[in-house]
């Protein structure tokens, strides 16, 4: 059913991810329930069969990142969506879709643990589980909604980016976000940008087709299984034809491409929006992104998801009062925002400092501190409680009045 451009709807940030994902391709969702995401489950149980797609409930998380994995190598756009201990259940089949560079995107809506820990509780301690959870050095995209309306944007550029550049995308998500509704105005089906996977250009059995030969991008064109043509799929090292290999310097030329594919677009992949003043957007104010009034000594936040708004409300008002403040919202998580990070260290000099806010104990302050390299002064502000921090807590922080 095509989408009205001009007829606001109030949705769930997990429905927006389910209507998002239909919208840029998925016709396969294999999963099981868990709190808080099981209504992107629900949701597409329904909407998936309206437009020819397969709905899967499995047995455990394991077996619902296999059946992704199989239905993307069968030529389906292929998602699913879990929390927490399911989203350690999956790592191992995270790993194996880096390696054999099968499309696939992963929601994980984020509540506290470790372990079961707060259910149905917001929490953003997975970041580093999400770049690292599955073993080795692998590729991986992930992105953090702040809104309803992002969380529908990005599911998409997630689908995107995972089918472009095949490699697993992971749509970060907190439990705030997942929960709430907002009014948002969807855009018509026509409008959105749709990114399919690279196909081959050699016909069904040539024997020229190699199923892991490289484009100029360094990302290998995707043969449907069943199309006739020869295809081996490995978690192994593996040379071209994806058959096993044990040269330790062809094994290391493969993960270096497996990376570099990714690094050569980090700069359309890397994004963030700035608020600074009356400003706000993906980039600077124009004389801020020039140089001038850089090193102003200024307090820049660092926030992301749900925080990220309590952030945005905390500087708003600190600078009606008259106080020097910016916010830095991630978006992009991994690739992570080096340059940006770079960029609030240039506002911060002078006597200011950059202030990390996140629902952790300092796994994005730890990034942001490395990308800065000592440029400025870094600080964290955590908690871990299964409590969103307030706008309140974020202006006594910057404020000093914390505990005064």
Known sequence: MPRRADRPALLQGNEACARGAVTAGVRFFAGYPITPSSEIAEILARLLPQVGGKFIQMEDEIASMAAVIGASLAGRKAMTATSGPGFSLKQENIGYAAMAEVPCVIVNVQRAGPSTGLPTSPAQGDVMQARWGTHGDHPVVVMCPSSVKETY?????????????????????????????????????????????????????????????????????????????????????????????????????????????????????????????????????????????????RTVVVAYGAVARSAEEACRGLAAEGRDVALLRLVTLWPFPDEACRLAAGLAAGGGEILVVEMNLGQVAREVERAVGGRCPVRHYGRVDGELITPAEIAAEITGQRGS
């Open 153 to 297: 944007d990005l599911v998409i550029e997630c689908v995107n980016w995972s089918e472009v550049l095949r490699v697993p995308a992971v749509l970060l998500m907190d439990e705030v976000v997942a929960h709430m509704r907002e009014n948002v105005i969807l855009p018509r089906d026509d409008d959105v940008v749709i990114w399919d996977r690279p196909a081959p250009d050699l016909p069904p059995g040539h024997p020229d087709f190699l199923a892991y030969r490289p484009g100029p991008d360094d990302v290998p064109p995707m043969a449907r299984f069943g199309d006739g043509y020869r295809y081996h799929v490995t978690g192994l090292h593996h040379d071209e034809r994806g058959y096993p290999l044990h040269q330790g310097s062809k094994a290391e030329e493969l993960v270096r491409r497996l990376h570099r594919k990714v690094e050569r677009r980090r700069r359309e992949l890397t994004k963030v929006e700035w608020t600074v003043g009356e400003h706000s957007g993906p980039a600077l104010p124009e004389g801020l992104a020039e140089g001038r009034g850089r090193g102003a000594g």
